[in-house]
């Protein structure tokens, strides 16, 4: 029987992860049933590699692949790298150490290499990290070295606490690198064209196919460019507002609570 699609595609939180950023064992049973129709299987999220390599350690497949950073890394199981992107040093730097932000509402952080590193230590971000572990080292981002540097991201209290920081960035930065949201409050700097489709479309044209041939799952305005290239791109029912309005015919299907990404799969691929 001929595959409806060559690849799946997902993002991680607000979409294959259910509402405790865990993989629920309905969803590791689907990606393990498509890996063994000979799916191939791409997780493209903003997390980085250290955070998602545990995450897809749970599951009982022997390939797939990694996009990391929003698209600045990609990597496949064994952990080889397969594509990166940082920020230029200079650039990185001055984010760093320059863009003027309201401390109370606003968080600064960096993932180089295979480290997270935040201005002030933020309790709430601990929830979302605990299946992997992976933890934040604070830091003095005034003397923090800028090497390696995939995404620069602000976390703000609220989409408002961000817009001043954005217009900073837009004002100075806007035609050097690459803006988007992961969720309505975190804000994230990419290098110039850097996103989850250009990696994605780079690693599926090596592998003899197009992303006309993919089907994609998304929430965030950092998978806009994702649901909009593939050949089908859904969107969670729990999406960004402002995603939503941006793909008005991309399809609406249901809840990460309710494991809708895996259902969905199912029902597609016609797994039992």
Not at 72 to 86: F, I, Q, T, V
Not at 162 to 183: A, C, P
């Amino acid at each position: 029987m001929k595959k409806p699609f060559q690849a799946v595609i997902s993002d991680l939180d607000g979409t294959l992860l259910n509402g405790e950023h865990r993989l629920a064992q309905f969803t590791i049973e689907t990606l393990e049933k498509l890996a063994q129709q000979g799916i191939d299987i791409f997780i493209a999220t903003g997390r980085s590699l250290p955070d998602v390599s545990k995450l897809m350690g749970k599951l009982e497949i022997k390939s797939a692949t990694l996009v990391t950073s929003n698209g600045a890394r990609a990597n496949n199981l064994d952990g080889n790298l397969l594509a990166s992107h940082y920020l230029p040093e200079d650039i990185a730097n001055d984010l760093m150490q320059n863009v003027p932000f309201d401390p109370f509402s606003v968080c600064l952080n960096t993932y180089q290499g295979d480290e997270w590193f935040i201005n002030v230590d933020v309790e709430q971000l601990r929830k979302f990290h605990q299946e992997s572990g992976f933890m934040y080292q604070v830091v003095d981002f005034k003397c923090h070295h800028p090497r390696q540097t995939e995404k620069i991201f602000f976390i703000g209290k609220t989409l408002a606490s961000l817009s001043s920081v954005e217009q900073f960035i837009r004002n100075k930065y806007n035609d050097e690198v690459q803006i988007t949201y992961s969720t309505p409050q975190c804000l994230e700097i990419m290098a110039k064209n850097v996103s989850k489709a250009a990696t994605l479309a780079q690693l599926v044209q090596q592998r003899g196919y197009s992303l006309e041939q993919c089907i994609a799952f998304g929430d965030g305005m950092n998978d806009l460019e994702m649901l909009s290239q593939t050949g089908k791109g859904c969107v969670m029912e729990n999406a960004d507002p402002r995603l939503k309005l941006a793909l008005p015919n991309n399809e609406v299907i249901g809840n990460n609570h309710e494991q809708a990404v895996a259902r969905y799969l199912r029902a597609t691929f016609a797994i039992l």
